[in-house]
């Protein structure tokens, strides 16, 4: 006769699983909030007209490292701005970070390698967890499933394109 798991193995999986899910979201964030600040550096360049645009992004990104807030990188582009002539204002800056974290997030939801890692693990691991908000498709063979979004349209879950921008920035809390 099989012996059926004792509730703390269940409980225990499950919050290996939670904590998988938590470094998961810290490393997408961390992923977007990166890209986020290149592509910010590469479009202040664009403006001022810098020459040495991997320099400056340097910058900007050695000013996310010892953990600063978005004021930091907002000061420094606020204040090269300002020294070449540009009268851009933080409202508008802010803004552009808006649509640049909108633009990242869907670039890192488009690569599934750490999705794959993580998620179809967990999925097996935790009942119920597949049809949760960590629910991926990649490497199924049957009919994708869809899910709706905020503007009830629906958008197709496959390996190639992960998520919607509404469904992306729902579930990696970025």
């Avoid at 802010?94 to 640049?100: I, N, S, T, V």
Wanted: proline share 5%; with cysteine.
């Amino acid at each position: 006769m099989r012996r059926r798991s004792r509730p703390v193995n269940a409980i225990e999986n499950r919050e290996k699983a939670l904590e998988q899910i938590y470094f998961l979201n810290s490393e997408m964030a961390f992923k977007v909030r990166s890209r986020r600040d290149r592509l910010l550096a590469v479009w202040v360049c664009g403006i001022t007209g810098a020459a040495d645009v991997k320099a400056y992004v340097g910058e900007i990104v050695d000013l996310r490292m010892p953990g600063a807030d978005d004021e930091a990188v907002i000061a420094k582009i606020l204040a090269d701005l300002r020294s070449t002539g540009n009268d851009l204002d933080e409202r508008a800056l802010r803004e552009r970070m808006e649509a640049l974290s909108a633009a990242a997030t869907q670039d890192i939801a488009r690569q599934p390698s750490l999705l794959r890692e993580i998620h179809l693990p967990l999925a097996k691991a935790v009942p119920g967890l597949a049809r949760s908000r960590v629910w991926l498709a990649a490497g199924r063979n049957t009919t994708q499933p869809r899910h709706g979004n905020s503007a009830g349209r629906t958008c197709l879950t496959n390996p190639a394109t992960v998520h919607c921008a509404p469904c992306a920035r729902r579930w990696f809390s970025v």
